[in-house]
């Protein structure tokens, strides 16, 4: 794409929930400033340079946004879709409101779909919304300023036991954990509901390594005890240490569980495992 | 031993762009477009796949809202495709919460506008496990049965004897069963669990 000097916008909102239309408002806020990039917004799509879509093209809007496309000057006439939905229809990819001609109903590779279905289009920028510097970043690349960072990927899972042999070939691997699989996952699922899914791991890779311990002395009961004290002690984010609190029941019961269990079915049929 | 450092720490550790060389330059202006700057470490930024964990159970496939990831068979090459595209993505993190190996990573890219919609697919191939017996490759993949392997207790995995019972199709398993009842007359214990004659003598 040619670098541009300053670029002149015409909005259009194709159906939009809003909150790409909000964040197309804070780039022109003081702190973000895309006018010192010569940004400019028109109200007339004969003055603008540049097209900013926002919303999954509904029916509705299709006539205006054409209208508007076709009323730009000929020369740069570049397209900007903001917005998951404006690059692909988004989660109302395929709604009854919408335009959308895409023969696999926007289930294909590329998930066609928003306003591409009449208008060409030079930029995508999606996020639900985007951020701010996400917007930015987009109208840096029109500018020249920055360079594209984004690269499609095709990957081959190997089954386990091959050999990696070209370079888009990639090796199993389980990583390898001291308790087994089946406790892990348990007690993963547990904390999601105490701690939430994204400090889960960091966690439960701590406990672990408690556990780790505990078990090397004779009394591991009392001693994980005394080790998720300290833990929580040291920590200074309260939730941390509830959810070690939490844990630690988690796995005894889990733990004694799993081993009446194995006990029941033994004495249930009573048959020697492993032929 | 943790991989992922406490939230707390990140937090420490996060720049927020250069604040004390700019702050007397831009007061209030961020200088973003012309330096590098990152995210905050909760930031929902697009999600990548880790091909080495990926086990091709399509539990993200199943959740995902807007259909950003799909899950396609190709039963004649033995194969099935997990396609993620980030135009589509509206960044929930459910497919993360989900993913029972981890092998969906939140990561705090924005730096993802592009001008080819190529550049935001991501595929991961899987090859689908075979049965031998009906010449025919089954729906599920290899990596699922390794690691199935891993979660279920040893015993259990051969007081079914499932091993040789896990790469069979659903119609071979109901044959087999049939042919079983019939040898044993109808005795149910002895057809799905692997009775040990060698010690006991009569059946």
Request: include cysteine.
């Amino acid at each position: 794409m040619t670098r541009m000097k300053s670029i002149w916008v015409y909005h259009v909102d194709a159906g939009s929930c809003n909150g790409c239309d909000i964040e197309v408002l804070d780039v022109l806020s003081p702190y973000y400033d895309a006018e010192r990039l010569g940004v400019k917004v028109v109200p007339n799509p004969r003055h603008a340079d540049v097209l900013f879509i926002t919303g999954p093209l509904t029916r509705q809007t299709r006539i205006a946004l054409k209208k508007s496309y076709e009323a730009m000057p000929p020369k740069p006439r570049i397209v900007v879709a903001i917005g998951t939905c404006a690059c692909s229809g988004g989660i109302w990819y395929n709604s009854y409101a919408l335009y959308n001609t895409s023969p696999q109903r926007g289930r294909d590779r590329l998930r066609s779909g928003g306003p591409e279905m009449i208008v060409p289009i030079d930029m995508y920028i999606p996020g639900c919304p985007p951020s701010p510097e996400e917007i930015l970043y987009g109208i840096a690349q029109l500018l020249g300023i920055k360079e594209k960072k984004m690269k499609g990927e095709y990957w081959i899972a190997l089954p386990p036991g091959e050999e990696k042999k070209a370079e888009n070939e990639v090796m199993f691997k389980i990583p390898e954990r001291p308790v087994p699989l089946r406790y892990w996952l348990s007690l993963r699922e547990e904390l999601r509901r105490v701690i939430g899914y994204y400090d889960r791991d960091a966690v439960l890779n701590d406990f672990i390594g408690l556990v780790e311990k505990a078990f090397e002395s004779d009394n591991p009961r009392e001693r994980l005890h005394d080790l998720v004290t300290g833990y929580s002690l040291k920590e200074k984010d309260s939730r941390i240490g509830i959810a070690m609190r939490f844990i630690e029941n988690e796995f005894w019961r889990l733990y004694e569980e799993y081993h009446e269990w194995e006990e029941a079915l033994r004495k249930k049929y009573p048959i020697t495992a492993g032929v | 031993m943790a991989e992922a450092p406490p939230y707390s720490e990140k937090l420490k550790s996060w720049d927020r762009f250069e604040a004390e060389r700019f702050s007397r330059k831009a007061p209030i202006t961020t200088p973003y477009p012309f330096i590098d700057i990152e995210k905050p470490p909760e930031y929902r930024g697009i999600p990548h796949i880790n091909p080495e964990k990926c086990i091709g159970c399509g539990a993200c496939a199943n959740v995902c809202p807007p259909d950003a990831l799909i899950m396609e068979w190709d039963k004649e090459h033995g194969v099935k495709r997990l396609t993620y595209n980030a135009a589509r993505c509206i960044r929930c993190a459910r497919c993360i919460e989900v993913c029972p190996t981890g092998a969906m990573e939140p990561t705090t890219r924005f730096e993802i506008a592009t001008n080819n919609k190529e550049d935001l697919v991501e595929v991961v191939e899987h090859k689908l496990a075979y049965c031998e017996d009906c010449d025919e490759y089954l729906d599920f993949t290899e990596r699922q049965i390794e690691y199935v392997r891993n979660i279920l207790p040893r015993e259990i995995f051969h007081l079914y004897a499932l091993e040789d019972r896990i790469k069979l199709t659903q119609e071979e398993k109901m044959r087999r069963t049939v042919v079983k009842l019939r040898e044993t007359e109808g005795n149910i214990y002895s057809t799905f669990i692997l009775l040990n004659t060698r010690e006991g003598g009569e059946e």
